[in-house]
């Protein structure tokens, strides 16, 4: 950064010696014979007289006023050009969306008994706070998506990518509309205390989240608006959502041809996501009335760094709830992993990491005597957090099912629910920051989201995992058991600052 800085310095000082100097010998070289009539700061170039359009053509600027634009094009195109996002600065990024919200100072609070987990090494604290505020709505989320089910259904999702997709249209709200995205967000949380510096925030959390090395582990996320092409789209919001959330807006012709909208969004997940999500938006989901649709995708798959072996997969029953059960195929292996067996509380905790060790599944697995629902309605993100900082590293007997899991729905009614009311309603909503003009009829028409996860034994082909399992599982009297078959909570982080990518329950894997 600081040598882009010296770089445009030198040229800055070059061309201002140059203007000097060619100002000075103005006119000598580029004087004509017959004179175009040609704009002011020009010089005629041509031979004979033109004119309208042509006039212009044949027209140049004086050399110093061309040595000034090249100057100032330089300058500008060095403060963007290769702008890597990821080790950038506030300074060096130009975010300055319509409105600006500045959140309320907190009130004193008298220290807990329970203390916050500390910041990591080497993570900024906004970024720390960012990835807490995620895990609330995480949570917040969660459970207005759990009591809107029946206990048996799977859930998955990925709060984060909901997050950044909502971020993104905060880059055109104001007022009460973005007060409302700020608040259900928890974007006010963070000590940073006016709402565009969020924006920067969130480019540092995700380059950290989606910028892995390690090729066995794919994390892959979709984020677009799609808005009707007969409005016009304001640049600034555009670049701001390129440069910082790496997505752009694709105009769509939704007044005449929703049905052709809606097959292009879904071809537009389904290659983002290599296939693996089809059809996100449902059959009558757009009409001729839709403005603007915002949708979200994301898919994962690892490899676990302690894998399966395919010999010790065998048929066990999953106990769906007291009255059924059924056949699933289970996974069992014995090795060290963080667990914790935590008895006041009611659940055993199991981290598997995977490959890369940055991303682990967390499974939260309730007492046999104790509902999910128990769990589901307790939890929040500071016992969480405390449950996680519970886990050590233990030998542990595992049997987890294969499952797959996959999720989709509309977000629109359940962050109503949580008090996004105003993005949602044509007559309230204030994004003007995303039209060029002042119309103020743009509202957004609903939200989609989609989530797939896959959990298996792939790759599990080390012969010494063979003969460490077959071994463990008849002698070691000290291991710990964790036995998952009834539904649990699961959850996939980014574990050196707990993100939390997804989260969900498997309370019916009978038919996958």
């Not at 100072?105 to 807490?132: C, F, G, M, Y």
């Not at 949708?295 to 010790?312: A, C, L, P, R």
């Amino acid at each position: 950064m600081n040598e882009m800085k010296n770089i445009r310095s030198v040229l800055l000082v070059t061309f201002l010696w140059l203007k000097w100097l060619l100002d000075s010998q103005e006119g000598r070289s580029f004087q004509t014979e017959t004179p175009c009539r040609c704009w002011q700061s020009f010089l005629s170039g041509c031979q004979t007289p033109r004119s309208g359009f042509s006039n212009v053509l044949c027209c140049s600027m004086r050399p110093a006023h061309w040595l000034l634009a090249a100057a100032s094009l330089l300058l500008v195109s060095g403060s963007f050009a290769g702008q890597d996002i990821c080790s950038a600065k506030p300074r060096d990024l130009p975010l300055e969306p319509r409105c600006v919200y500045r959140s309320p100072d907190p009130e004193d609070e008298a220290p807990t008994a329970t203390e916050p987990e500390k910041i990591p090494e080497s993570t900024n604290p906004r970024v720390w706070e960012l990835s807490q505020a995620n895990g609330r709505f995480a949570l917040s989320l969660y459970k207005r998506l759990a009591d809107s089910k029946p206990s048996d259904a799977n859930i998955f999702m990925s709060p984060i990518s909901v997050s950044t997709a909502f971020a993104m249209t905060k880059l055109g709200a104001c007022n009460e509309t973005l007060k409302q995205i700020m608040n259900v967000f928890e974007f006010d949380t963070i000590k940073e205390k006016t709402s565009d510096q969020v924006h920067f925030f969130f480019a540092k959390l995700n380059c950290r989240l989606f910028r892995k090395k390690d090729e066995s582990t794919e994390l892959i996320s979709a984020n677009r608006l799609f808005g009707e092409k007969s409005l016009v789209f304001n640049e600034t919001y555009q670049n701001i959502s390129e440069v910082v959330y790496g997505a752009k807006l694709l105009p769509l012709n939704f007044k005449e041809k929703p049905e052709l909208a809606r097959v292009t969004i879904n071809n537009w997940i389904s290659n983002k996501t290599e296939n693996r999500i089809q059809d996100t938006l449902p059959e009558g989901a757009l009409d001729s009335n839709t403005v603007l649709v915002l949708v979200n995708t994301i898919y994962f798959k690892g490899q676990w760094k302690s894998k399966f072996d395919k010999d010790n997969v065998f048929k066990s029953d999953f106990h769906v709830n007291e009255n059924r059960s059924c056949s699933v195929s289970m996974m069992y292996q014995e090795a060290k992993f963080r667990y914790a067996h935590l008895p006041d509380e009611k659940v055993q905790l199991l981290e598997m990491p995977y490959r890369g060790d940055d991303i682990t599944m967390v499974i939260i697995l309730p007492a046999r005597d104790t509902p999910l629902s128990q769990v589901e309605a307790s939890l929040d993100l500071r016992k969480l957090s405390g449950w996680l900082e519970a886990m050590k590293e233990t030998t542990v007997s595992v049997q987890v099912p294969r499952f797959r899991v996959e999720d989709s729905f509309s977000l629109k009614e359940k962050l109503q629910e949580m008090g996004l009311r105003d993005l949602f309603d044509p007559h309230s909503a204030s994004l003007p920051g995303m039209l060029e003009d002042d119309n103020n009829e743009l509202h957004i028409s609903d939200a989609f989201h989609k989530a797939f996860l896959e959990v298996n034994e792939e790759g599990s082909e080390a012969a010494a995992a063979t003969a460490v399992v077959a071994v463990g599982r008849s002698i070691n009297l000290d291991r710990e058991v964790f036995l998952a078959d009834r539904p649990f909570l699961l959850l996939i982080r980014e574990a050196s600052i707990n993100t939390l990518l997804f989260t969900g329950r498997l309370a019916e894997p009978c038919s996958h």
